[in-house]
């Protein structure tokens, strides 16, 4: 028997894009979460991103119109799963303090199992409530024990069942998470874990610090698969969110803003930001590591300092060193 013949076989299904009907992407909030499909909320704690998910829930249960929209919406259910805060004594309070209707947002209960984004409890919770939005907070426990976000396999395996959910029930999932303490970096590389992560929704927010500013925020989209870039909204973040204006920070911007500029001429950070570019398609030899950067005038000790602070561990395969993507380290 050869390799093809032990192979499992799969029962062959094709179709014709001439037979498949066109569909419009519909919004929850326009552009930034989409229905049917997966977003990220993300930043470092203290920024207020359980805020600001519970404002938004608190909006959408009452029908109160969204942040810099004049729409009024009927009211939708929600499922609000939370690992780090209690319901009884930081949830609730929140979404009455927000005018939620709190008829209106449910949770699982979790005594006996732990929610997972492969469980079918999700769907069938959605489709019994009618929900339309689907809140996990925060990302790290919900993906799964088993996962490790840094390796690329376990990430796409862990959010398939997530996506192929949110797709058959036209539910909007927010997804909450921390940034990586990577520093000096493109917004998009702040994702938590494998750039897989960030690969697997369609869009993805964040959440940050002005500098200077003892209680403003703001919020920036950092990718948007299906629309341009939405505007990026500046709140109050106290007892409450407080929406306040429109920006035109951009994500980089706001992440860049508490690096010096000598910090950004530094050969380790331009080795940082190489080294991750570098590393995002496929694990590399360390010999062509070190030409590489031999050509950049950038020396292997100052590659081996970016290294250790980006976490990349190298491996051995077939008697050479091997680095893969950089490792991040959970919150």
């Not at 939405?230 to 920070?249: A, C, F, N, R």
């Not at 940082?272 to 398609?281: A, F």
Request: overall charge negative; proline content about 5%; aromatic content about 8%.
């Amino acid at each position: 028997m050869n390799y093809l013949e032990m192979q499992e076989k799969t029962e062959l299904i094709l179709r014709n894009y001439d037979d498949i009907k066109a569909e419009e992407i519909q919004w929850l909030w326009y552009p930034y979460i989409p229905f049917g499909k997966l977003t990220i909320l993300q930043g470092d704690p203290g920024c207020g991103k359980t805020m600001v998910a519970l404002d938004l829930a608190a909006r959408l249960s009452s029908g109160t119109p969204l942040p810099f929209t004049d729409k009024i919406c009927k009211p939708i259910n929600i499922i609000y799963q939370t690992a780090e805060d209690g319901p009884e004594d930081t949830i609730k309070p929140r979404l009455i303090a927000a005018g939620a209707d709190c008829s209106k947002i449910m949770l699982i209960e979790e005594k006996e199992s732990p929610v997972s984004f492969g469980d079918t409890r999700l769907e069938e919770a959605i489709k019994a409530s009618d929900a339309k939005m689907l809140i996990l907070d925060p990302l790290s426990a919900f993906i799964g024990n088993d996962v490790n976000l840094n390796h690329a396999i376990d990430v796409r395996k862990a959010f398939r069942p997530l996506y192929e959910m949110a797709d058959r029930t036209k539910c909007a999932v927010l997804i909450i998470s921390h940034t990586n303490k990577m520093k000096g970096i493109s917004s998009l590389h702040r994702t938590n874990g494998s750039i897989d992560v960030a690969g697997a929704v369609r869009s993805i927010l964040a959440v940050g610090k002005r500098k200077n500013e003892k209680t403003e925020r703001i919020l920036v989209q950092v990718k948007n698969n299906l629309e341009q870039v939405g505007p990026s909204l500046v709140y109050e973040l106290t007892d409450h969110i407080e929406w306040k204006e429109q920006s035109e920070i951009s994500a980089d911007d706001l992440f860049m803003e508490f690096i010096t500029p000598a910090e950004k001429a530094t050969k380790k950070e331009r080795a940082k930001e190489e080294l991750i570019e570098l590393l995002m398609e496929k694990d590399q030899p360390q010999t062509y590591i070190k030409d590489y950067f031999e050509k950049m005038n950038i020396s292997f000790r100052t590659v081996q300092e970016a290294q250790k602070e980006l976490g990349i561990k190298p491996y051995r395969l077939h008697n050479q060193s091997y680095w893969p993507y950089p490792a991040t380290t959970q919150q």
